[in-house]
Each structure stands twice: as C-alpha cells, then as structure tokens.
Nanobody, 116 residues
Framework: HVQLVESGGGSVQAGESLRLTCVAS????????MSWWRQAPGKERELAAS???????MYADSVKGRFTISLDNAKTTVNLLMNSLKPEDTAMYYC???????????WGQGTQVTVS
C-alpha cells in the first residue's frame, strides 16, 4: 500500500505562482511513475503533468510552458511548480502514484488551488 500526502495549494492572484508537493510512503520500491491531475467543479478529472521513472515528462497542452513537474532523488516526492497561473487553473489537484505494470493506482486526498 502507498500513502500520498499533498501540500502547497492555496489562493493566489492571476499571474502568481504556487508549488505543489506530494510525498509518497509505504510500498514505493516498485518501478513507478507519478503525476498530478486536476478536477474543476462540474468537470472531469484531467491529467496536468506526469513524470516517469526515467524522469521523462508529459504535460497537458493547457499547462505547457507554465508548469514544471519534478521528482526528487529518492523518487518519492513529486513537485509541481505552477507559474503564470490563470483563473482556469482553479481546481482540486490530486497526486497519483502507480507501479509500472500494476492496475491499481494510488491517489492523494487533493489540494485546492484557487486563482482569481
């Protein structure tokens, strides 16, 4: 089992920055990837950014050039640096951890980001 704890959300003005952090603990020794998803009210959850075990990254078109995902050396903490935030970035942001080849992902509890 894997536990995920997210932090760093908050309320900011458009154009400002936030950094989200997700720390994974428990059974994290598998080859894994981590990602950040977001869900705005009334909308489906969508992928914002992901990073693989080889540190390859992928971003949603809507955040490319503004968001940067990174993984620490222990590969258990994933950060999402969000620059030039826009009101449309307002959402609950969720961290996801998955072992390569497993059908069971793990999700954090979410952290709220509000941009006005």
């Amino acid at each position: 089992h894997v536990q995920l704890v997210e932090s760093g959300g908050g309320s900011v003005q458009a154009g400002e920055s936030l950094r989200l952090t997700c720390v994974a603990s428990g059974s994290t020794s598998c080859d894994h990837g981590m990602s950040w998803w977001r869900q705005a009210p009334g909308k489906e959850r969508e992928l914002a950014a992901s990073i693989g075990i080889d540190r390859s990254t992928m971003y949603a078109d809507s955040v490319k050039g503004r968001f940067t995902i990174s993984l620490d050396n222990a590969k258990t903490t994933v950060n999402l640096l969000m620059n030039s935030l826009k009101p449309e970035d307002t959402a609950m942001y969720y961290c996801k951890f998955y072992c390569i080849g497993s059908t069971r992902p793990y999700w954090g509890q979410g952290t709220q980001v509000t941009v006005s």
